[in-house]
């Protein structure tokens, strides 16, 4: 049952209104902090040759680092943060052709996986949470409650 509530008052209707861009300002609070730690993430993999669900990366038949013959697969991510009306997502890509069989394997090759499959790994999720319950105390921070 919708109902309105007036008043007098100036404070009621700056937390109204604060309170109608609160999930958008708290999303892009939180979009690019989500982009650096997922980018920084997947960097960090090519120092611990480990992928971010723990798994150890096959030392090549050649002898050369994991992932690292030329470079091009580590400076290839492209990063793209989308915003819907509930959520953030992020789209990540390589400009490298071979950077999808190395997520997936082949017949001949086992799996490397570098992103983030559909199910992130929990410490991930554990970060992101945490990322969002701050850009909640920041947004908070930042509202003139009037009082």
């Known amino acids: 049952m919708p109902f309105a509530l007036k008043t007098n008052g100036d404070p009621l209707k700056k937390l109204s209104l604060a309170l109608q861009g609160m999930p958008a300002r708290i999303r892009k609070l939180a979009a690019s902090q989500i982009r650096v730690y997922v980018a ?5 993999q090519y120092t611990t040759r480990t992928s971010m669900y723990g798994e150890k990366w096959p030392t090549p038949k050649a002898g050369n680092a994991p992932m690292e013959r030329t470079g091009r697969l580590r400076r290839g991510y492209v ?28 017949k001949r090759m086992e799996r490397r996986r570098h992103v ?32």
Not at 123 to 129: G, L, S
Not at 132 to 139: D, E, F, L, N, S
């Open 40 to 44: 920084d993430t997947i960097q960090a």
């Open 79 to 106: 990063y793209k943060m989308r915003q819907t009306a509930t959520s953030v997502s992020i789209d990540i890509a390589n400009t490298q052709p071979y950077a999808s069989y190395l997520q997936s394997g082949t």
């Open 116 to 147: 983030p499959d559909k199910a992130l790994p929990p410490e991930m999720r554990r970060v992101i949470d945490a990322i969002y319950r701050r850009a909640i105390q920041v947004w908070h921070g930042q509202v003139d409650f009037g009082g």
